[in-house]
């Protein structure tokens, strides 16, 4: 990713923040699946922590609500094996998967 720097061209800014969102979108996608890894596995206990909420908020920083999203995103990945193979493979980016969570379900995964 470009670091910013003042005093570029419109176009020069258009491609820099473009290129920003994509680095965005790809390190959410890793994100979650890191997430979901460490989940699965219950890694976080290796790492000295008794739950995933107390890894989360001790070494990732996050907030209560924050945890509650990323867990609900990994249950559900879990019950859609197709869309979270799709997001492995760079197919379906974070932020679109999230949009689609709500309306999609076991029984009409394949269809979208």
Request: charged share 25%; glycine share 6%.
């Amino acid at each position: 990713m470009t670091e910013f720097t003042r005093g570029q061209t419109a176009e020069q800014a258009n491609q820099a923040i473009k290129a920003a969102v994509k680095t965005m979108e790809g390190a959410k996608q890793c994100l979650v699946l890191w997430f979901a890894d460490i989940l699965e596995r219950k890694l976080y206990r290796e790492l000295g922590y008794s739950s995933i909420n107390q890894y989360a908020k001790m070494e990732l920083g996050f907030s209560s609500s924050r945890i509650g999203i990323y867990l609900n995103l990994c249950h559900n990945l879990e019950e859609l094996p197709q869309m979270k193979e799709k997001i492995v493979s760079g197919e379906l980016g974070y932020t679109k998967a999230q949009a689609l969570l709500p309306i999609i379900d076991e029984s009409n995964e394949k269809e979208w």
